[in-house]
């Protein structure tokens, strides 16, 4: 089992930054890839980020040139640098892994808990 662990959220201004992290742990033999989702009030989950563990890196329309997805294999960490935030990036932010746990079990989607992002004046 793999369980993601989220930090960082929190409220800021228009303009303003935040980083997110996230930390894997528990059995894990490989993690393909990590990423973050989000999802707003009334609105669908839908993919912000992601980084594959050979370093590809892929951005909605949205967020690109404002977010920057990063991320440490040997912490099996990832992080989303956020900065100009809009008031449209309003949402719960979920860390994303897709990992094998071990050698006899399928790549597997895993999330975190998520984390509330607001940005207002």
């Known amino acids: 089992q793999v369980q993601l662990v989220e930090f960082g959220g929190g409220l800021v201004q228009p303009g303003g930054s935040l980083r997110l992290s996230c930390a894997a742990s528990?059995?894990?033999?490989?993690?393909?890839?990590m990423g973050w989702y989000r999802q707003a009030p009334g609105k669908e989950r839908e993919l912000v980020a992601v980084?594959?563990?050979?370093?590809?890196?892929q951005y909605v329309d949205a967020v690109k040139g404002r977010f920057t997805i990063s991320r440490d294999n040997a912490k099996s960490t990832v992080y989303l640098q956020m900065d100009s935030l809009e008031p449209e990036d309003t949402a719960v932010y979920y860390c994303?892994?897709?990992?094998?746990?071990?050698?006899?079990?399928?790549?597997?989607?895993?999330w975190g808990q998520g984390t509330q992002v607001t940005v207002s004046s």
């Open positions: 528990g059995y894990i033999y490989r993690i393909h890839s």
């Open positions: 994303n892994a897709l990992a094998t746990a071990s050698t006899s079990t399928p790549p597997t989607n895993y």
């Open positions: 980084v594959t563990s050979g370093g590809l890196r």
